[in-house]
Structure formats: structure tokens, C-alpha cells
């Protein structure tokens, strides 16, 4: 059901999104859609919720091992800067502007919950003597603005995402600031 809901998203916007369509593109009734999100906005809720699973487990792998700092950030920021390029992270951050609700379950399922983990990973980095972090929260949201810049409003704006050679090359440049700037 969340794949062809984010299919139907993906091709029809979320103004234009039904639960009819979506019920048909993945073989069941209307009903049973409903029954499971209760309503559309349930459903946009799960799918967004269910992106936001996959983010976190990722990041907390990203951060998770004892590979070099920079190394390890430069995945994290280009792992990160692919996410938030991709077709299933436009298409529900655009449904999230057309509804605090929504808007709400975004934040709290994606940014509010990776900036601790990553921030976790920060006061590693200054215990360990690797970076000077005296407010990790502050440093997170550097980091992030070293290395997202205006991307993901770009590519929300309607500009072709950048590939994955130019992901890489930027996460590299902002993490090489960040460094420079925490050192």
C-alpha cells in the first residue's frame, strides 16, 4: 500500500492524490486503505513516517562504526544530501506544505529526530579530542547548513536533483568547512 501511495504521490502531487487511486494501483479496496490510516492525511502520515524509519537507521549506521570522523561525516552529509534530493522525500515534503498536520509529523519524524543522533555523534567527536563542540545542537545545525546550502529548496523549487558524483563532491566540501570551523 505505502508504495503505491507513493507512487500515486509522486505522480499526482499531493493536492491530487486519492485514496482510490492509490487502493486500485496497489490491487485492494478503498476500505481496506481505510481501515488500515484511518484517513488520507493517516496515510501521508505513515508514508512519512515510514521514510523517516529508514533515515534514522541509516544515519545511526552512518555514525555508528569507528571509521574516520571526516570519513564518516562525508557519508553521513552525502547520505543525507541523496535523501533529501530523492523523489520520495520531494514528493512528501511538498504534500507536508499543504498541511501543519503534516508539516508537524515531517519535523518530528525526520529533522527532530536525526539532529540527536547526529549531535550524539558530535560529543563523541569532542570527547575524543577530534573537534571542538561546545553546543552540539548549534554545531549540527552548522553542519547541516554547510553541506544541504540551498539543495533541497532547489530540487523542492523544481530543479533537477544533482547526481551522485556532485552529492558526494558537496558533502565533501561541507564537512571540510565544518572541520576547518570546529577544529
Known amino acids: 500500500m505505502i508504495d503505491a ?28 486503505l481505510y481501515s488500515w490510516f484511518g484517513n488520507r492525511l493517516g496515510l501521508l502520515r505513515a508514508m512519512i513516517e515510514e521514510n523517516a524509519d529508514g533515515a534514522a537507521a541509516r ?6 562504526d569507528d571509521a574516520d ?3 564518516t561525516l562525508v557519508g553521513f552529509a552525502a547520505g543525507l ?15 507536508a506544505m499543504t498541511s501543519p498536520e ?20 558530535l560529543v563523541r567527536l569532542d570527547a575524543d579530542g577530534v573537534l571542538s563542540i561546545d553546543d552540539p545542537a548549534a554545531a549540527f545545525r552548522l553542519l547541516y547548513g554547510l553541506v544541504i546550502q540551498d539543495t533541497q529548496i532547489r530540487v523542492l523549487l523544481g530543479e533537477a536533483p544533482p547526481g ?10 561541507g564537512v571540510a568547512a565544518f572541520f576547518r570551523l570546529s577544529s
Open 69 to 71: 570522523p571526516r570519513e
Open 81 to 95: 544530501l541523496t535523501l533529501l534530493t530523492a523523489p520520495r522525500s520531494v514528493a512528501l515534503n511538498r504534500a
Open 102 to 121: 503534516l508539516a508537524e509529523t515531517l519535523l518530528a519524524s525526520g529533522r527532530h529526530r536525526v539532529g540527536p543522533i547526529v549531535e550524539e555523534y
Open 164 to 173: 551522485p558524483v556532485e552529492l558526494r563532491a558537496q558533502a565533501e566540501r
Open 59 to 64: 544515519v545511526r549506521a552512518a555514525l555508528g
Open 5 to 32: 501511495a507513493f507512487a500515486e504521490l509522486g505522480e499526482h502531487g499531493a493536492e491530487r492524490v486519492t485514496m482510490l487511486g492509490i487502493a486500485e494501483r496497489a490491487g485492494a479496496s478503498k476500505e481496506t
